[in-house]
Protein backbone atom coordinates (compact mmCIF):
# COMPACT_ATOMS: atom_id res chain seq x y z
CA UNK A 1 0.00 0.00 0.00
CA UNK A 2 1.17 3.70 -1.09
CA UNK A 3 1.63 6.62 0.82
CA UNK A 4 -1.37 8.06 -0.82
CA UNK A 5 -3.76 5.02 0.02
CA UNK A 6 -2.68 5.46 3.43
CA UNK A 7 -3.49 9.16 3.86
CA UNK A 8 -6.15 8.84 2.34
CA UNK A 9 -7.49 6.15 4.78
CA UNK A 10 -6.38 8.11 7.74
CA UNK A 11 -8.36 10.88 6.54
CA UNK A 12 -11.64 9.52 5.77
CA UNK A 13 -11.44 7.55 9.83
CA UNK A 14 -10.95 11.47 10.88
CA UNK A 15 -14.13 12.78 9.31
CA UNK A 16 -16.37 9.76 10.86
CA UNK A 17 -15.19 10.57 14.45
CA UNK A 18 -15.86 13.97 14.36
CA UNK A 19 -19.27 13.01 13.02
CA UNK A 20 -20.07 10.68 15.56
CA UNK A 21 -19.10 13.44 18.23
CA UNK A 22 -21.12 15.62 16.90
CA UNK A 23 -24.24 13.52 16.95
CA UNK A 24 -23.75 12.81 21.09
CA UNK A 25 -26.61 13.52 22.68
CA UNK A 26 -25.61 17.23 24.74
CA UNK A 27 -25.56 17.23 28.95
CA UNK A 28 -28.07 19.33 30.39
CA UNK A 29 -26.46 22.13 32.78
CA UNK A 30 -29.53 22.47 34.77
CA UNK A 31 -29.75 18.85 35.55
CA UNK A 32 -26.26 18.56 36.50
CA UNK A 33 -26.12 21.21 38.62
CA UNK A 34 -29.45 20.01 40.71
CA UNK A 35 -27.42 16.64 41.31
CA UNK A 36 -24.53 18.33 42.71
CA UNK A 37 -26.96 20.45 45.07
CA UNK A 38 -28.37 16.98 46.25
CA UNK A 39 -24.93 15.30 46.56
CA UNK A 40 -24.19 18.74 48.90
CA UNK A 41 -27.11 17.87 51.19
CA UNK A 42 -27.19 14.65 51.29
CA UNK A 43 -23.52 15.28 52.89
CA UNK A 44 -24.32 17.75 55.66
CA UNK A 45 -27.44 15.61 56.72
CA UNK A 46 -25.02 12.77 57.41
CA UNK A 47 -22.69 14.65 59.46
CA UNK A 48 -25.35 16.03 61.38
CA UNK A 49 -26.37 12.77 62.41
CA UNK A 50 -22.77 11.89 63.34
CA UNK A 51 -22.23 14.91 65.57
CA UNK A 52 -25.43 14.11 67.21
CA UNK A 53 -25.00 10.55 68.03
CA UNK A 54 -21.18 10.92 68.65
CA UNK A 55 -20.66 11.38 72.47
CA UNK A 56 -19.14 14.44 73.93
CA UNK A 57 -15.53 14.78 73.65
CA UNK A 58 -14.84 15.81 76.71
CA UNK A 59 -17.09 14.58 79.42
CA UNK A 60 -17.84 16.72 82.24
CA UNK A 61 -17.29 15.62 85.51
CA UNK A 62 -19.83 15.84 88.01
CA UNK A 63 -18.82 18.26 90.88
CA UNK A 64 -18.63 16.43 94.54
CA UNK A 65 -19.07 18.67 97.39
CA UNK A 66 -16.31 18.76 99.52
CA UNK A 67 -17.56 17.59 102.72
CA UNK A 68 -16.61 21.05 105.47
CA UNK A 69 -13.45 19.97 107.93
CA UNK A 70 -15.13 17.91 110.84
CA UNK A 71 -13.74 21.08 114.10
CA UNK A 72 -11.91 20.08 116.81
CA UNK A 73 -13.40 19.75 120.02
CA UNK A 74 -12.26 22.14 123.26
CA UNK A 75 -11.70 19.41 125.86
CA UNK A 76 -12.53 20.95 129.04
CA UNK A 77 -10.18 19.92 132.27
CA UNK A 78 -12.14 17.35 134.39
CA UNK A 79 -10.64 15.01 136.95
CA UNK A 80 -12.22 11.72 136.28
CA UNK A 81 -8.86 10.14 135.75
CA UNK A 82 -7.18 11.83 138.99
CA UNK A 83 -9.29 12.75 141.69
CA UNK A 84 -10.76 10.23 144.15
CA UNK A 85 -14.51 9.83 143.55
CA UNK A 86 -14.90 10.17 147.41
CA UNK A 87 -13.80 13.59 147.53
CA UNK A 88 -16.30 16.41 148.78
CA UNK A 89 -16.90 20.15 146.76
CA UNK A 90 -17.36 21.57 143.34
CA UNK A 91 -15.78 20.59 140.44
CA UNK A 92 -16.32 23.60 138.08
CA UNK A 93 -12.78 25.86 136.76
CA UNK A 94 -11.94 29.00 137.97
CA UNK A 95 -9.40 30.06 135.82
CA UNK A 96 -6.75 28.75 133.93
CA UNK A 97 -3.28 30.50 132.42
CA UNK A 98 -0.34 29.10 129.90
CA UNK A 99 2.93 29.95 129.72
CA UNK A 100 6.13 28.22 128.04
CA UNK A 101 8.48 26.77 130.21
CA UNK A 102 12.23 26.59 129.55
CA UNK A 103 12.38 22.76 128.50
CA UNK A 104 9.32 23.76 125.74
CA UNK A 105 5.48 22.37 125.86
CA UNK A 106 3.05 24.58 127.68
CA UNK A 107 2.57 25.54 131.31
CA UNK A 108 -1.04 25.37 132.66
CA UNK A 109 -2.90 24.39 135.65
CA UNK A 110 -6.67 24.72 136.71
CA UNK A 111 -8.32 24.71 140.40
CA UNK A 112 -10.78 21.56 140.31
CA UNK A 113 -12.23 21.23 143.94
CA UNK A 114 -11.64 22.55 147.43
CA UNK A 115 -13.48 21.36 150.39
CA UNK A 116 -14.80 22.44 151.85
CA UNK A 117 -16.31 24.38 149.31
CA UNK A 118 -16.61 27.72 148.80
CA UNK A 119 -19.01 30.09 150.39
CA UNK A 120 -19.14 27.26 153.52
CA UNK A 121 -20.10 29.00 156.97
CA UNK A 122 -16.66 28.80 159.19
CA UNK A 123 -16.90 29.93 162.73
CA UNK A 124 -14.78 33.36 163.30
CA UNK A 125 -11.41 32.46 165.04
CA UNK A 126 -11.62 29.17 164.57
CA UNK A 127 -8.64 26.53 162.90
CA UNK A 128 -9.69 24.98 159.55
CA UNK A 129 -8.46 22.68 157.01
CA UNK A 130 -9.05 22.77 153.62
CA UNK A 131 -8.14 20.51 151.03
CA UNK A 132 -7.78 22.01 147.36
CA UNK A 133 -7.01 20.02 143.76
CA UNK A 134 -5.98 21.55 141.38
CA UNK A 135 -4.74 19.92 137.82
CA UNK A 136 -2.12 19.59 135.27
CA UNK A 137 -3.62 20.87 131.78
CA UNK A 138 -0.94 21.60 129.97
CA UNK A 139 2.01 19.09 128.09
CA UNK A 140 5.15 19.65 130.97
CA UNK A 141 5.60 17.70 134.08
CA UNK A 142 4.84 19.93 137.01
CA UNK A 143 8.29 18.87 139.58
CA UNK A 144 8.61 19.98 142.62
CA UNK A 145 9.96 23.61 141.95
CA UNK A 146 6.57 24.40 140.76
CA UNK A 147 4.86 26.03 143.50
CA UNK A 148 1.61 27.71 144.41
CA UNK A 149 1.63 31.12 146.01
CA UNK A 150 -0.55 33.71 147.94
CA UNK A 151 -1.56 36.95 145.78
CA UNK A 152 -3.54 38.50 147.61
CA UNK A 153 -7.11 39.10 150.35
CA UNK A 154 -6.15 36.99 153.25
CA UNK A 155 -3.33 34.51 154.28
CA UNK A 156 -5.44 33.09 157.24
CA UNK A 157 -1.97 32.36 158.97
CA UNK A 158 -1.30 30.05 156.34
CA UNK A 159 2.20 29.66 154.97
CA UNK A 160 2.18 31.89 151.90
CA UNK A 161 3.98 29.52 149.52
CA UNK A 162 4.11 25.71 149.07
CA UNK A 163 6.15 23.52 146.47
CA UNK A 164 4.69 20.57 145.01
CA UNK A 165 4.68 17.74 147.16
CA UNK A 166 5.71 15.80 143.70
CA UNK A 167 5.56 15.53 140.54
CA UNK A 168 2.45 15.88 138.72
CA UNK A 169 2.46 14.67 134.94
CA UNK A 170 0.06 15.77 132.46
CA UNK A 171 -4.01 15.64 133.07
CA UNK A 172 -3.00 14.36 136.55
CA UNK A 173 -4.34 15.97 140.02
CA UNK A 174 -2.11 17.10 142.69
CA UNK A 175 -3.47 18.27 146.37
CA UNK A 176 -2.85 20.59 148.93
CA UNK A 177 -3.84 20.58 152.50
CA UNK A 178 -4.40 24.12 153.39
CA UNK A 179 -4.02 24.79 157.37
CA UNK A 180 -5.70 28.09 158.11
CA UNK A 181 -7.27 29.97 160.88
CA UNK A 182 -10.19 32.37 160.20
CA UNK A 183 -10.46 35.78 160.85
CA UNK A 184 -12.35 37.02 164.21
CA UNK A 185 -14.79 39.48 162.75
CA UNK A 186 -17.61 37.72 160.56
CA UNK A 187 -18.31 38.44 157.71
CA UNK A 188 -16.93 36.98 153.61
CA UNK A 189 -13.55 36.32 153.77
CA UNK A 190 -11.50 35.72 150.39
CA UNK A 191 -7.69 34.35 150.24
CA UNK A 192 -6.31 34.48 146.22
CA UNK A 193 -3.45 31.99 145.54
CA UNK A 194 -1.82 31.27 141.84
CA UNK A 195 -0.04 28.02 140.62
CA UNK A 196 3.39 28.91 139.48
CA UNK A 197 6.30 27.40 137.75
CA UNK A 198 10.11 27.02 138.27
CA UNK A 199 10.37 30.30 136.02
CA UNK A 200 8.05 32.31 138.61
CA UNK A 201 5.38 32.70 135.99
CA UNK A 202 1.54 32.18 137.04
CA UNK A 203 0.01 29.35 135.07
CA UNK A 204 -3.34 29.36 136.76
CA UNK A 205 -5.22 31.09 139.71
CA UNK A 206 -7.63 30.15 142.34
CA UNK A 207 -9.12 30.80 145.56
CA UNK A 208 -10.81 30.10 148.59
CA UNK A 209 -13.91 32.00 150.17
CA UNK A 210 -15.90 31.57 152.93
CA UNK A 211 -18.53 33.20 155.00
CA UNK A 212 -17.17 33.84 158.71
CA UNK A 213 -19.91 33.42 161.13
Excluded: H
Aim: glycine share 8%; proline share 8%.
Amino acid sequence: MNRKILLTLLIIGAIFTLTLSGCAPKEDPLQAEAQKTYVAQTVAVQFTKTAIARPSDTPVPTNTPIPSPTPQSTVEATATSAVPTAAVGTTEVEETATSLPPSGGTDAGVWVRSDPVDGASISAGGKFNVVVTLMNIGTTTWTTDYYIQFTGGDAMGSATKINMPYEVPPQMSVQFTMEFTAPTTTGTVRSDWSIVNPNNVGIGIFWFEYTII
